[in-house]
């Protein structure tokens, strides 16, 4: 045991252990013994004589969230998928009967969001890390974790994606306070002032171009194009002075999004220059005794149209005619066909022949006129009947332009369209526009989709080609469906045709189709305020 | 006594905290809902079965007794508990209705009333836990006297090997310790472990990390080393050692003496549970915190070549049980004895103090065990605050701030206690040693912990302390 009065110091105690004892022996000889005697009573009362530390700055306490709490059992409920969520392997194998809880954590979210309750502290930071790998979460996950998730984020650089984009509502002023308002916008780094702009378009749309307009000739280009983006929101003819000008602007991809924003503007003037150019370029004809469509093409591009946004020069591959009549078609107010077609409905217009083979090109920019222009008479017309074949019908074969067309639809009608397209024409082609339909899926939309299920069952196919449809209808398929879907979970014989065994998965398959279903539906009622 | 009531549910993160391993709490979480069980249900006596449907054509029986806990299923799984336990119990949790309330099915009351039989026995027969003589006691107390003998002397041999060691690692200097790297250390920690004294072995292993743990590590393997060679030179002259003193020298050098002396009944709230990887074992630590007595207490539980300990209390809930201390290192190990009745899922926190006021009662500590890392310990009213790289509890009402330990800081807990504070002051369980605080549990004073309003006895609960929650941070 130690019995020195005056130790050595610390430091040298520590260099003569760093480079041994042999080349520099300990302060009071002792060799290693007696060096390790020192060291030990100096551990020890440094240990003993520790003192706390002095407080750093303490940061802002997080705003007060008012929301109430969630009900315990939807509490627990978050919990459990976002502890499913971090739990690493697992997935790759088969899936088994039990649902996938990570894909319910979008609706979840959605649902607690509508019900405006606040997220419990302790879960936060997992529901941060959720957000952090799944963009698509974010907007919900952001809303639901408030002011508080924004503090906490605020706090560890792994989350800031958190303070970007426009979700960051309490840093922003209120935008009925003009003097904190411009302050932001004159003052502001880049993303504040894009989200600010947005906050304040929302609230009222004259102000936010009122805003723009102070410094618009300042800004720099890539800046200009993204505050006359947010003009989207609220767009209306107040802004037709603006835009028109901005048609002037030097930047090119400036010139051509106002010229797309003026075009969704029917009552525009530059709506009204791009109809006279495509009447020009399209007019009632006649094959032999039957009306018709013809088509003449714009010789040139000229410096007018280019000034309306035209895009002179064609993607390589397209002829640079049909790529001009394209752009003046998809710019033109879809009501202006009406009156050169003699009155026809949008329905009758696009069922006439066209000649010379230019249906496809025309059909293709109505269908991008209807689109930007949000029509559903025109949409619906374009989308034909839902049991013709897809290669057969009016309008677009493509898939993903179908599904922007009936994303515009009412959303019943959209759920019919789609069962019958369904009913039609299998499951094999109908992914993407089941993706366009509101969810829970409406009847008879979702005892369509799962007819063609039990339909592919008995051809004997294996579910896992329909996984994409399945993941969609657990998630989808109304939860009340479940009590009638239970019929399918048995494991009926197997047909002499059968893929080996595709029995077991498929009732496998619906089995976890009814347990998601159910639990969904015991969600939904957790989340029921108490 | 309790009501006949279903016992009180667990949240999901106590019941995932069962998992031995994250396959299991996977493929458990996989399970735990509704779809695939069926005849379940649960009783007042902490009951809970159910069956499961799996790839075969029987469902697999699974019973848990929530008092233990203890699992029993008839799946071949020799995991424990299994993947349907843990879907159960999460089931369970979620309070679905899948688990009425009811009478225990036969398939499921046979084991119950084997196992509740036998650990009623063991509660009578004073078993180990009671730790008289004549329970553990062997037949012939000289054959005993001179095993210890024998072991001691092999410890001896050891200590020597490893005043050896030492001596001849300061005589070349700590510079070539950090060449030499883990091997060395290995060797001589498994040498320790032939000498029966695995104490020391835990403590030379831990020696092996540390030129590897960033600047300053010549610092901090000298103060080891010098706190090695004081447990060496303790155990070499223990005989000239007053006893509370030499118990503690024994403890830490890994002849642990049995638990004695009478048990302290109490309602013990579950603070913290956490597993730490200790050579080819696991260790488990599970921290109390009794009611009555005010006493913390501290059970350790081994597991050995990746099979999970078998002891698991999650976190919150409150038994009813006997603990008996083992002697030595300010007697804060104890071994758990009888439990009566159902464990409750709330508790109130400890009292606690400030953060000045722990560290000092660390200095404090190290007069009578001056081997010790840290010490348990309550903070209220303290405030997470980021610092340099770092963070810092500090005191709502003064300046004095503790530094959150370094292995603390990179472990998802560190963040739901920041999530909990909001900036606030809050209460939290820790250690608090000379590597600064390291948290393993906090308590949420959001109106929304979703405890319930009364305790185990039936007693409504008022203040506004007992209605938070304890969070686990590790």
């Known amino acids: ?530 | 006594m309790h009501t006949a009531d279903p016992a009180a549910r667990w949240t999901v993160e106590q019941v995932l905290a069962l998992a031995p391993d994250e396959t299991s709490r996977r493929a458990g979480s996989n399970l735990g809902s509704a779809g695939p069980w069926s005849g379940g249900g649960c009783d007042g006596s902490g009951a809970v079965w159910g069956l499961c449907k799996g790839s075969g054509s029987k469902p697999y029986r699974t019973v848990v007794d929530t008092t233990g806990p203890a699992y029993t299923c008839s799946c071949p799984s020799r995991k424990f508990p299994c993947k349907h336990a843990l879907g159960l119990l999460l089931v369970w949790a979620s309070g679905a209705s899948a688990l009425p309330a009811g009478e225990v099915p036969d398939w499921a009351g046979e084991w119950l009333t084997g196992r509740r039989k036998r650990v009623a026995d063991m509660g009578k027969k004073g078993g180990p836990t009671t730790g008289g003589a004549s329970a553990t006691g062997p037949a012939d107390p000289d054959a005993a006297r001179r095993r210890a003998e024998r072991r001691a002397g092999r410890i001896t041999g050891g200590a020597q090997e490893l005043e050896q060691r030492l001596t001849d690692l300061l005589r070349g200097g700590l510079a070539a310790a950090d060449q030499s790297g883990y091997g060395l250390w290995e060797e001589t920690a498994a040498r320790m472990v032939d000498a029966q004294a695995p104490g020391l072995a835990a403590r030379v292993r831990e020696l092996g990390s540390i030129p590897g743990s960033g600047p300053g590590w010549p610092v901090r393997l000298l103060e080891e080393c010098a706190l090695l060679h004081l447990l060496d030179s303790a155990w070499l002259g223990i005989d000239r050692l007053p006893e509370p003193l030499a118990a503690t020298v024994r403890t830490h050098v890994g002849l642990t003496a049995p638990a004695e002396g009478p048990p302290v009944r109490d309602h013990w709230l579950v603070l913290a549970q956490y597993d730490t990887p200790d050579g080819k074992i696991v260790t488990r630590r599970i921290w109390l915190y009794g009611r009555d007595s005010g006493r913390t207490a501290l059970l350790l539980s081994f597991g050995a070549a990746g099979r999970a300990p078998g002891l698991a209390l999650p976190v919150g809930v409150t038994v009813d049980a006997e603990m008996t201390p083992y002697p030595g290192a300010g007697r804060l190990r104890a071994e758990l004895g009888e439990q009566f009745g159902v464990p409750s899922p709330t508790g109130t926190p400890p009292p606690g103090g400030t953060a000045a006021a722990a560290i000092g009662a660390y200095g404090d500590a190290l007069r009578d065990d001056p081997w010790l890392d840290a010490r348990p310990v309550t903070l209220r009213e303290v405030i997470p605050v980021p610092s340099g790289g770092g963070w810092q509890l500090v005191d709502a009402a003064g300046e004095a701030a503790l530094p959150v330990a370094p292995s603390a800081l990179s472990r998802p807990g560190l963040w739901k206690l920041v999530a909990l504070s909001g900036g606030a002051p809050i209460t939290v369980f820790g250690e608090c040693g000379h590597r600064g605080f390291d948290p393993l549990a906090a308590w949420s004073m959001d109106a929304d912990a979703g405890a319930c309003g009364v305790d185990a006895d039936g007693v409504e609960i008022s203040s506004i302390d007992t209605m938070s929650e304890i969070v686990p941070l590790i």
């Open chain 1, 1 to 530: 045991m130690p019995r020195t009065v005056t130790p050595a110091p610390w430091e040298e105690l520590v260099t003569s252990a760093l480079l041994g004892t042999d080349r520099r022996p300990a302060e009071g000889g002792g060799g290693p013994g007696g060096l390790l005697d020192a060291a030990a009573l100096h551990t020890v009362q440094r240990r003993a004589g520790l003192l706390p530390a002095s407080a750093a700055a303490r940061p802002e306490p997080a705003p007060a969230d008012p929301r109430p709490p969630l009900p315990p059992a939807a509490r627990r409920r978050l919990a459990q998928l976002l502890a499913d969520r971090s739990a690493p392997g697992g997935s790759g194998g088969r899936r088994g009967t039990a649902p996938d809880l990570t894909e319910l954590i979008p609706q979840w979210l959605a649902t607690a969001n509508q019900h405006g309750y606040r997220a419990p502290a302790a879960l936060l930071p997992s529901l941060l890390d959720a957000a952090r790998s799944r963009t698509d979460l974010r907007p919900q996950a952001l809303a639901f974790a408030g002011p508080r998730g924004l503090w906490l984020a605020g706090l560890n650089p792994e989350w800031r994606f958190a303070l970007r984009g426009s979700s960051g509502g309490s840093l922003l002023p209120d935008v009925t306070e003009p003097e904190a308002v411009a302050r932001l916008w004159e003052e502001g780094l880049f993303a504040e002032r894009v989200a600010l702009l947005g906050a304040v378009r929302t609230h009222d749309p004259a102000e936010a171009l009122a805003l723009l307009a102070t410094t618009w000739t300042t800004e720099r280009a890539e800046d200009r194009l993204m505050f006359l983006d947010s003009l989207r929101t609220g767009l209306s003819g107040v802004d037709e002075t603006f835009l028109e000008q901005a048609l002037s602007d030097r930047s090119r991809n400036v010139r051509s999004t106002a010229a797309e924003l003026l075009s969704a503007l029917p009552e525009s003037a530059f709506a009204e220059r791009m109809a006279d150019r495509a009447m020009s370029c399209v007019s009632p004809g006649l094959t032999g005794d039957e009306a018709s469509v013809s088509v003449e093409a714009p010789h040139e591009c000229d410096a007018s149209m280019e000034r309306d946004g035209v895009v002179a020069v064609p993607p390589s591959g397209r002829g640079e005619r049909s790529w001009w009549l394209g752009q003046l078609v998809e710019a033109t107010p879809l009501a202006t066909w009406s009156v050169r077609f003699g009155g026809r409905a949008a329905q009758e217009i696009v069922g006439l022949p066209v000649a010379d083979g230019w249906a496809e090109e025309l059909h293709a920019a109505w269908c991008r006129a209807a689109v930007r222009q949000r029509d559903p008479k025109w949409a619906r017309a374009l989308l034909g009947t839902p049991s013709v074949p897809p290669s057969n019908g009016p309008g677009t074969a493509s898939l993903a332009e179908r599904s922007k067309l009936l994303a515009i639809l009412p959303a019943a009608e959209r759920a019919e369209w789609v069962a019958d397209f369904i009913a039609a024409h299998g499951l094999s082609e109908a992914f993407q526009l089941l993706g366009v339909c509101p969810t829970p899926w409406a009847e008879p939309l979702g005892r369509s989709v799962v007819d063609a299920l039990d339909i592919a069952r008995d051809a004997g196919s294996y579910p896992w080609s329909f996984s994409g449809v399945m993941g969609l209808a657990e998630r989808c398929l109304n939860p009340a469906e479940a009590d009638r879907l239970e019929v399918l979970t048995t494991t009926p014989d197997e047909p002499e045709d059968a893929s080996p065994g595709a029995n077991g998965y498929w009732s496998e398959a619906f089995q976890r189709l009814v347990s998601t279903l159910r639990l969904r539906s015991a969600i939904d009622l957790e989340l029921i305020p108490g």
